[in-house]
């Protein structure tokens, strides 16, 4: 385990370590954790009309949406498929952003909670696979 820096509160330390020693899908369902966490966060200051809290969030949400792009693996068919979605994605999340309008965001809510909730099965299958896998050698 790395020390932790003089800085770093305990709970830090403690995510820092999730993110260290996570899957690849678990490191995606943390994305998709992250995604929602910043649209809420960013639909709460277009709300309460705090639009630069809104802003700093969503162009938080996009820079995730960016990162799941880049871990596209293109080989897959399924790859061009989340391709489209996540462009979906990012035109809401600008347009939400450019003209301070929640209603953009309800749709995108639903396709990152449906998103993170296969990955999230598929993160879990995994694990029994990792462990059956383990046990046989």
């Known amino acids: 385990m790395q020390p932790i820096p003089i800085n770093q509160s305990p709970q830090d330390a403690y995510k820092r370590q999730d993110v260290l020693t996570a899957t690849p899908t678990d490191l995606i369902v943390m994305l998709y954790d992250a ?20 802003h700093k969030h969503l162009i938080k949400a996009q820079e995730i949406v960016t990162e799941l792009v880049n871990s596209l ?18 035109a809401c999340l600008e347009d939400a952003n450019f003209q301070k309008n929640v ?35």
């Open 35 to 54: 995604l929602k966490k910043n649209i809420v966060l960013g639909r709460r200051g277009i709300e309460k009309k705090k639009v630069e809290t809104a």
């Open 73 to 90: 693996d293109m080989n897959y068919e399924i790859s061009e498929e989340l391709l489209a979605i996540y462009e979906f994605i990012l």
């Open 103 to 137: 209603e953009i965001l309800d749709p995108v809510v639903e396709i990152v909670d449906d998103l993170r909730s296969a990955w999230y099965e598929i993160s879990q299958s995994n694990k029994g696979n990792l462990y059956i896998n383990e046990g046989q050698g």
